[in-house]
Antibody, heavy 121, light 115 residues
Framework: QVQLVQSGTEVKKPGASVKVSCKAS????????INWVRQAPGQGLEWMGW????????GHAQKFQGRVTLTRDTSTSTAYLELSSLRSEDTAMYYC??????????????WGQGTLVTVSS | QAVLTQPSSLSASPGASASLTCTLR?????????IYWYQQKPGSPPQFLLR?????????GSGVPSRFSGSEDASANAGILLISGLQSEDEADYYC?????????FGGGTKLTVL
């Protein structure tokens, strides 16, 4: 079945970087964009960015300009989110989600199970 | 002013209908946007419910019951998620989303309580 499996919990210190992985299975990885969404504890959803796994093209929310890097490894069908210069406000659950329309749509399905990133000194 | 505004909470009784609103900021016309709706239950990632652009341009998520439907209120510049025949399992957080200024934007979410 179509599935996205994310890497495990991370604990980082302020100023560090974190790299979260999202491994796709059950479909052709390069046929669907991957989006990244985060959710701080008790808060709402916040979109971070998207990546086209076929071309490597990316886009991201202005808020994360200069701090976010989206990459992929097509040989392992894995997408990556790297966030640098971490601060306490980056503590959140990070989700990857497939754009089920292929590209440019907002039909995100399925979602990964989430990766909890805690930033604490 | 936020791009999308949702009431923080809503309560309704089992069997009743609930209308969840997603109001677009002034100057952003609801008729020009696809509005996506997501449901999130505690401890789980969000799940896509439906997309609504117009009565003739909409899409239901796979396996999503027909008692979840979308509409819009042009006079209020709002998208609406209507849930009919409320069930206890509908108790969840609901988020709307649009593509605006080259970014996906979520509303703040509505916590629906069924009691």
């Amino acid at each position: 079945q179509v599935q996205l499996v994310q890497s495990g919990t991370e604990v980082k210190k302020p100023g560090a970087s974190v790299k979260v992985s999202c491994k796709a299975s059950g479909y052709t990885f390069t046929s669907y964009d991957i989006n990244w969404v985060r959710q701080a504890p008790g808060q709402g959803l916040e979109w971070m960015g998207w990546m086209n796994p076929k071309t490597g093209d990316t886009g991201h929310a202005q808020k994360f300009q200069g701090r976010v890097t989206l990459t992929r490894d097509t040989s392992t069908s894995t997408a990556y989110l790297e966030l640098s210069s971490l601060r306490s406000e980056d503590t959140a659950m990070y989700y990857c989600a497939r754009d089920n329309s292929g590209s440019g749509g907002g039909w995100f399905a399925p979602w990964g199970q989430g990766t909890l990133v805690t930033v604490s000194s | 002013q936020a791009v999308l505004t949702q009431p923080s909470s809503l309560s309704a009784s089992p069997g009743a209908s609930a209308s969840l609103t997603c109001t677009l900021r002034s100057g952003i016309n609801v008729g020009a946007y696809n509005i996506y709706w997501y449901q999130q239950k505690p401890g789980s990632p969000p799940q896509f419910l439906l997309r609504y652009k117009s009565a003739s341009d909409k899409r239901q998520g796979s396996g999503v019951p027909s008692r979840f439907s979308g509409s819009e209120d042009a006079s209020a510049n709002a998208g609406i998620l209507l849930i009919s025949g409320l069930q206890s399992e509908d108790e969840a957080d609901y988020y709307c989303m649009i593509w605006h200024s080259s970014a996906w934007v979520f509303g703040g979410g509505t916590k629906l309580t069924v009691l």
